[in-house]
């Protein structure tokens, strides 16, 4: 079947340290998201790609990177210059051709800080 | 910008009651609108989502939204809730292709037996 995968599940970070969340998908998708999701707060975009080897920044960008080296794969970094990066994150996905095509998402990371 | 609301963070119904979950979207130009699902721990799911065409959308697991223009509204029904519709609710909207998801804060739902 076709879906997203996120790994690993669950990440602790030592202070100082940076950890890498992967993100692949199967779906074909031309575009890949990075959510953070905290508790009341919703969905916040981090960063999103709609061709390989190209991203853009979204809303809360600053202590995170990301690369794009293929279609199918899109992981985020977060850095040790993230202050507070105990949450869950959300990669999604989703097809640009067509209009009013939903995002379809991973099952999520949580990341706590040790 | 766009910004969408979701009226109650919280929302608790009794099983077999009526579902009602609200969403408004702030535009002048009817978007692309979604509704969501997260259970604990999981990604979100697709419920059901707004294009084009008849202004009642049907979803999974029994859930409908009608979408009023005059009201920029999209709220989310279920006749009668179930112990498993216990799980947070997304509205999202996309304005127009290319734009990105903007997703409204949740609301979480309670069934009480």
């Known amino acids: 079947d076709g879906g997203i995968t996120q790994s690993p599940k669950y990440l602790f970070r030592k202070e100082g340290q940076n950890v890498t969340l992967s993100c692949e998908q199967n779906?074909?998708?031309?575009?890949m998201y990075w959510y953070r999701q905290d508790p009341g707060q919703g969905l916040r975009l981090i960063y999103y790609?709609?061709?390989?080897?190209?991203?853009q920044k979204g809303d809360i960008a600053e202590g995170y990177s990301v690369s794009r080296e293929k279609k199918e794969s899109f992981p985020l970094t977060v850095t040790s210059a993230q202050k507070n990066p105990t949450a869950f994150y959300l990669c999604?996905?989703?097809?640009?051709?067509?209009?009013?095509?939903?995002?379809?998402f991973g099952d999520g990371t949580r990341l706590s800080i040790l | 910008a766009q910004s969408v609301t979701q009226l109650g963070s919280h929302v608790s119904v009794s099983e077999g009651a009526l579902v009602l979950l609200r969403c408004n979207y702030s535009?002048?130009?009817?978007?692309?609108l979604f509704w969501y699902v997260q259970y604990p721990n999981q990604g979100l799911q697709l419920l059901l989502k707004?294009?084009?065409?008849?202004?009642l959308v049907k979803g999974i697991n029994g859930f409908e939204a009608e979408f009023k223009k005059s009201e920029t509204s999209f709220h989310l029904t279920k006749p009668s809730a179930h112990m498993s519709d216990a799980a947070e609710y997304f509205c999202?909207?996309?304005?127009?292709?290319?734009?990105?998801?903007?997703f409204g804060p949740g609301t979480r739902l309670s069934v009480l037996p």
């Open positions: 535009s002048s130009v009817p978007p692309y």
């Open positions: 790609s709609q061709i390989v080897n190209d991203f």
């Open positions: 999604a996905s989703m097809r640009l051709e067509g209009s009013g095509q939903p995002q379809h």
């Open positions: 779906l074909n998708h031309d575009a």
């Open positions: 707004y294009t084009t065409g008849a202004t």
């Open positions: 999202a909207v996309r304005l127009y292709y290319g734009q990105n998801f903007v």
